[in-house]
Nanobody, 115 residues
Framework: QVQLVESGGGLVQAGGSLRLSCAASRNIFLFNAIGWYRQAPGKQRELVARIPSFGTTTYADSVKGRFTVSRDIAKNTVYLQMNNLKPEDTAMYYC?????????WGQGTQVTVSS
């Protein structure tokens, strides 16, 4: 059973920064990709960024230039560095790792950006 554990969320003022972590219970290269998603109240879950095991990381237009995904292979951890945060970034953030027919999700970490 694969486990993904997010951490690093919190309350921050607009313009501030947070770094989210997604710790996997297995080698992250065994997944085709790991994605960061977010869901705000009353809205659908949306893809924020996706880092494949091989290839180019992609970002939603709304976060390009502000968010950066990185990984530490030794720690089986993927990070989401979020800079210049805006109130509209307020959401529950989840990491996701599809593997075959199974979609693994973490429990989420709340990010709240005050204006």
């Amino acid at each position: 059973q694969v486990q993904l554990v997010e951490s690093g969320g919190g309350l921050v003022q607009a313009g501030g920064s947070l770094r989210l972590s997604c710790a996997a219970s297995r080698n992250i290269f065994l997944f085709n990709a790991i994605g960061w998603y977010r869901q705000a109240p009353g809205k659908q879950r949306e893809l924020v960024a996706r880092i494949p095991s091989f290839g180019t990381t992609t970002y939603a237009d709304s976060v390009k230039g502000r968010f950066t995904v990185s990984r530490d292979i030794a720690k089986n951890t993927v990070y989401l560095q979020m800079n210049n945060l805006k109130p509209e970034d307020t959401a529950m953030y989840y990491c996701n790792a599809p593997q075959g027919a199974v979609n693994y999700w973490g429990q989420g970490t709340q990010v709240t950006v005050s204006s």
